[in-house]
């Protein structure tokens, strides 16, 4: 059975930084590309960031280029997410999923809790 558990979220200050981390159980996703998405209170899903099985290719959503930077421990079956410069826009809860295209769309429907971020102005 597969298992996400993201961990890291909390409330911060504009302009702070915040280190995510999402922890893989139930299969071993090293040969899987990882990603990062969140969703902000009323809107859907969006896609964040994704890192190849080897970690030579990465994606960024537009949004977040320049502040976020995604990484991966494959011995660990763990990605993270190092957001930096956050602004209040980045506020929402953020997931990780296994198996995503490098266009940003998970091919299967594993999800973990998530774990809130909340940047206050």
């Known amino acids: 059975q597969v298992q996400l558990v993201e961990s890291g979220g909390g409330l911060v200050q504009a302009g702070g930084s915040l280190r995510l981390s999402c922890a893989a159980s139930?299969?071993?996703?090293?040969?899987?590309?990882m990603g990062w998405f969140r969703q902000a209170p009323g809107k859907e899903r969006e896609f964040v960031a994704v890192?190849?099985?080897?970690?030579?290719?990465?994606y960024y959503a537009d949004s977040v280029k320049g502040r976020f930077t995604i990484s991966r421990e494959n011995g660990k079956n763990t990605i993270h997410l190092q957001m930096n410069s956050l602004k209040p826009e980045d506020t929402g809860v953020y997931y990780c999923?296994?198996?995503?295209?490098?266009?940003?769309?998970?091919?299967?429907?594993?999800w973990g809790q998530g774990t809130q971020v909340t940047v206050s102005s």
């Open positions: 139930g299969r071993n996703f090293s040969s899987y590309a």
């Open positions: 999923a296994p198996d995503v295209t490098p266009r940003g769309v998970p091919r299967g429907d594993y």
């Open positions: 890192i190849s099985w080897s970690g030579g290719t990465i």
